[in-house]
């Protein structure tokens, strides 16, 4: 999904596949994607959805969030 959000020419796709990743349950997908949201990849005005998808996605995702905004 990151080699498609990079190829993505129109922001309403790369905008829907960062809504996406907030699925995934394995925990290194959920650190590389928690980081992917701050990355200059993604408008900063959607970094929070982003990191709202992983957070809504699964209890593995609320749990690494949560840790992921106390450390950053």
């Known amino acids: 999904l990151l ?3 990079k190829q993505a020419g129109m922001q309403e796709e790369k905008s829907r596949i960062e ?3 907030g699925a995934i349950s394995l925990p290194e997908l959920i ?3 928690l980081t992917f949201a701050l990355s200059g990849e993604v408008r900063p005005q959607d970094t ?5 998808g992983v957070a ?3 209890r ?3 749990k ?3 840790k992921f905004v106390r450390d950053n």
């Open 56 to 58: 809504g996605g699964t």
């Open 19 to 21: 809504r996406v990743l």
């Open 60 to 62: 593995q995702g609320r």
């Open 48 to 52: 929070v959805l982003v990191i709202g």
């Open 3 to 5: 080699k498609l959000h």
């Open 31 to 33: 650190q590389k994607v």
């Open 64 to 66: 690494a969030v949560w």
